[in-house]
């Protein structure tokens, strides 16, 4: 129990020290490529939140829309689209080279791998765990059931109610052949 809550400490240590680091060079990644291109600072720093965290937002979304059975197309579509223009904007500031463009990838792949890692995860249930006190009724001796009484029966319609077989009553005009 101690071994397993240590190794939980420490993957929780590891995953916000990456996610604070690929997160925080992202973020920068996309604020300076905003400002590079005329935006004041700001926006540069709202463009890397909105960017940065639709990736989270929609990864939560999948999940939920997973686990409710609903379509997770046009999500999906979006979660690309946003990953994209995050590693974009993480290769237009890098040198370029093929060194410099894989190097400036590394923190959106790793951001993204991460939101990934978390997100698919399925989150772990505790069995459910006996009361304290038994139930009165776990040892008590089942009660002997005592059958229903049955149905009254009822007797059958009189017979006078209903005409006798092949008797056809005068005030009910019989129709023969086909009517037009």
């Known amino acids: 129990m101690i071994r397993e809550r240590a190794e939980s400490g420490v993957r ?29 600072d700001w926006i540069g720093w709202a463009n890397a939140v909105a960017v940065e965290l639709m990736a989270i937002y929609l990864g939560l979304e999948i ?35 093929v060194w410099g463009w894989i190097v400036a990838a590394v923190p959106s792949l790793a951001f993204l791998a991460l939101v990934k890692v978390v997100l698919s995860s399925e989150p772990t249930t505790l069995p459910a765990s006996e009361p304290d006190q038994p139930q009165g009724d776990w040892y008590d001796e089942p009660q002997p059931v005592e059958p229903a009484p049955p149905a009254p029966v009822m007797p059958p319609a009189s017979a006078a109610a209903l005409p006798p077989v092949g008797v056809v009553h005068s005030n009910r005009p019989q129709v023969v052949g086909i009517i037009r």
Do not use: C, K, N, W
């Not at 929780?12 to 004041?40: C, E, K, N, R, Y």
């Not at 409710?68 to 979006?78: E, F, I, Q, S």
């Open 12 to 40: 929780v240590l590891i995953l916000l020290a990456i996610g604070t680091m690929a997160g925080a060079a992202a973020f920068t990644h996309v604020h300076d490529l905003t400002v590079a291109h005329g935006q004041p």
């Open 63 to 97: 999940r939920a829309r997973r686990r409710d059975a609903r379509p997770v197309g046009l999500v999906g579509v979006l979660l690309v689209a946003f990953a994209l223009l995050s590693l974009a904007a993480q290769v237009a500031e890098a040198e370029p080279s």
